[in-house]
T-cell receptor, first 115, second 112 residues
Framework: DGGITQSPKYLFRKEGQNVTLSCEQNLNHDAMYWYRQDPGQGLRLIYYSQIVNDFQKGDIAEGYSVSREKKESFPLTVTSAQKNPTAFYLC??????????????FGPGTRLLVL | AQTVTQSQPEMSVQEAETVTLSCTYDTSESDYYLFWYKQPPSRQMILVIRQEAYKQQNATENRFSVNFQKAAKSFSLKISDSQLGDAAMYFCAVGYQGNLIFGKGTKLSVKP
């Protein structure tokens, strides 16, 4: 089946620890995105990538890092510099150059908790 | 900067009835897209309906339809014949050049 997968479903981070959230898609989509969702808030953009080996900061990039070495994969690292990482993280992807070029499709999400 | 406002934090509807969720937005762009996403308790974001701003005709997907008023920058979602499975958070979003700006959501409850 085609789709977007995120792992793990739940992730626990200790103080001072870096953790990496995985996002993989087999939809052959060009662009990929990371969002953060806090209670009572909409989705806020962390990073996005429109092409392999290139990515841009979103509205809340501080304390996060990404890479885009393969078209299918866009991992997000939550560094120790992110002081309040507890949130729900959603990955999305989008096909460029089509009639649905603006539509983003989402993975199931990862819940990150700080111990 | 683009902003999206959903003025109803919570709404409730009786099963089989109709409900309308409100969304207003602000953008200086002329070419953009509008979306409604549904987030059930599983927290998976699901696309409900999509509208191109250059189209005057309102989009419809089965029981879901929109009322798009471009001059007023309004994009409301109407759910007809509400079902228990419609209970979820609903997010309005504006898309431009590949990025989406989301509202804070409306929590919809469906009463049996």
């Amino acid at each position: 089946d085609g789709g977007i997968t995120q792992s793990p479903k739940y992730l626990f981070r200790k103080e001072g620890q870096n953790v990496t959230l995985s996002c993989e898609q087999n939809l052959n989509h060009d662009a990929m995105y990371w969002y953060r969702q806090d209670p009572g808030q909409g989705l806020r953009l962390i990073y996005y990538s429109q092409i392999v080996n290139d990515f841009q900061k979103g509205d809340i990039a501080e304390g996060y890092s990404v890479s885009r070495e393969k078209k299918e994969s866009f991992p997000l690292t939550v560094t120790s510099a992110q002081k309040n990482p507890t949130a729900f993280y959603l990955c999305a992807s989008r096909l460029q150059g089509a009639t649905t070029q603006e539509t983003q499709y989402f993975g199931p999400g990862t819940r990150l908790l700080v111990l | 900067a683009q902003t999206v406002t959903q003025s109803q934090p919570e709404m409730s509807v009786q099963e089989a009835e109709t409900v309308t969720l409100s969304c207003t937005y602000d953008t200086s762009e002329s070419d953009y897209y509008l979306f409604w996403y549904k987030q059930p308790p599983s927290r998976q974001m699901i696309l409900v309906i999509r509208q191109e701003a250059y189209k005057q005709q309102n989009a419809t997907e089965n029981r879901f339809s929109v009322n798009f008023q471009k001059a007023a920058k309004s994009f409301s979602l109407k759910i007809s014949d509400s079902q228990l499975g419609d209970a979820a958070m609903y997010f309005c979003a504006v898309g431009y050049q590949g990025n989406l700006i989301f509202g804070k959501g409306t929590k919809l409850s469906v009463k049996p």
